[in-house]
């Protein structure tokens, strides 16, 4: 079956960091891309970011290029999403997926003061 598993989440001041990870199984993890999807309250997704099979080339959208790196380990099947200069406006809650068919439980990020 599988299995997505994200992490990381908190609390976290205006202009801070957090690092989410995303552990997967029940699948070639090495042959999928893979994706951050966030979704703020009251609100819908919101695809983030995507990162192809072997991680050398990713995409980002607007509201997080040159603050947001995603990155992988095939061998430790794990997906990241490193955030920096965090805004309110990127509370949400934060979900990895391979297909938009399999999701995780999601991670809680707040962005508050």
């Known amino acids: 079956q599988v299995q997505l598993v994200e992490s990381g989440g908190g609390l976290v001041q205006p202009g801070g960091s957090l690092r989410l990870s995303c552990a997967a199984s029940?699948?070639?993890?090495?042959?999928?891309?893979m994706y951050w999807v966030r979704q703020a309250p009251g609100k819908g997704l919101e695809w983030v970011s995507v990162?192809?099979?072997?991680?050398?080339?990713?995409y980002y959208a607007e509201s997080v290029k040159g603050r947001f790196t995603i990155s992988r380990d095939n061998a430790k099947n794990t997906l990241y999403l490193q955030m920096n200069s965090l805004k309110p406006d990127d509370t949400a809650l934060y979900y990895c997926t391979n297909s938009y068919n399999y999701w995780g439980q999601g991670t809680q990020v707040t962005v508050s003061s």
């Open positions: 029940g699948f070639t993890f090495s042959s999928y891309w």
């Open positions: 990162i192809n099979i072997n991680g050398g080339s990713t």
